[in-house]
């Protein structure tokens, strides 16, 4: 079952909802709530059976924008001169767009059949201005100055006690898509939200009252719109990361270094740190494939406690790329 969630944000988040970090709330809840050998027989399921996909969390409304190879400086130029304006302020609109990381649904839904990132690029440049006023409205981030006390003089450090976080405040919800393997896995996935990530908050600094979120199943989503006929790539709606890399995959993507930090009960005792994981982000786009096997794809070997998983499972939906 492919299904999608609406996320409502309750206060400031100083975690961004990444699909990794959901999963591993997801795996500190059932752990919790169910007991440890209910989270061991979960994370065996993977070797065989996936029981769980997740995506990252975005914007309501958005998608991931399809991680395609760059236009080349020719492509570049002939659109430069298709426009109406001078060249120098069309480079300026296009370096506006450059780093745009989302797209609206409604815009995936027109290039799905046929995508190119000469198509994405023109879309987004007639959406640039929409886009900035909605991200004004959307999205506020707040930074928030700190003092180091000395605990021996109860003062301020004189040098470096001064420190600063950022609070990411979201005026609108966000949505989040899983894929259950059935009935009983969907319960267990919305038991954990409502019993545990609701009660507790999510991410760093959850119990000073941030990430405080709620989460309701999307009834009016229909899984048809991601449908795409006789499509040739795959896109990751989630990080990725595996364990090893499948046969014959070709991919475009871009890469970020996870830090990853455990959270539970190593959150307060012993070693809380991961291995660094390089990782493709949202958007990543695998070629000539119709499926991607994830068997045994959980990362091992990530941490000191040969227990810990790290999850970077790709949840894909399909996607026809021009070939030019």
């Given amino acids: 079952m492919f299904l999608r969630y609406r996320i409502k944000i309750l206060s400031s988040l100083r975690t961004y909802p990444q699909a ?8 500190w809840g059932m752990r919790y709530l169910k007991g440890e050998e209910c989270l061991k027989d979960f994370l065996n399921q993977y070797e065989d059976d996936v029981p769980l996909l997740i995506s990252d969390a975005f914007p309501e409304g958005y998608l991931p924008r399809p991680l395609l190879p760059p236009l080349k400086h020719k492509e570049i130029d002939n659109m430069a001169r298709e426009s109406s304006e001078s060249k120098f ?3 300026k609109r ?8 989302w797209i609206p649904v409604s815009l995936w839904e027109k290039i799905k059949p046929e995508a190119s990132e000469k198509q994405i690029t023109t879309k987004l440049l007639e959406l640039l201005e929409l886009k900035e006023r909605e991200r004004e409205e959307k999205e506020k981030e707040e930074i ?7 605990r021996n003089t109860n003062m301020t450090l004189e040098e ?11 005026n609108e919800g966000m949505d989040i898509y899983v894929k259950v393997r059935d009935d009983n896995v969907k319960r267990l ?42 499509y040739n790539c795959l896109m990751s709606l989630s990080g990725v990361a595996f364990q090893s890399w499948p046969e014959n995959l070709n991919a475009s993507y871009k890469l970020h270094t996870k830090y990853g930090k455990l959270g539970g009960d190593f ?11 390089i990782m493709m982000e ?31 499972l790709p949840l894909t939906i399909a996607l026809r790329v021009r070939n030019e």
């Fill in 20 to 27: 990794d970090t959901i999963f591993g709330h997801i795996c």
């Fill in 89 to 91: 302020e069309f480079m």
């Fill in 94 to 101: 296009l370096k506006g767009i450059k780093k745009e990381k």
């Fill in 144 to 150: 928030t100055a700190h003092n180091t006390i000395n």
């Fill in 160 to 170: 470096g006690g001064l420190y600063f976080t950022t609070d990411t405040w979201l």
């Fill in 189 to 230: 996935w919305e038991y954990i939200w409502k019993e545990y990530i609701e009660k507790t908050g999510f991410g760093k600094d959850k119990s000073t009252g941030k990430g405080e979120i709620r989460i309701d199943i999307d009834s009016s989503f229909d899984s048809d719109v991601f449908d795409v006929e006789d």
């Fill in 267 to 277: 959150a307060i005792g012993g070693n809380p740190f991961k291995k660094p994981v």
């Fill in 282 to 312: 949202p958007g990543a786009i695998f070629y000539d494939v119709k499926d991607i096997p994830l068997k045994d794809q959980l990362l091992k070997n990530i941490h000191t406690d040969s227990r810990i998983r790290h999850y970077g």
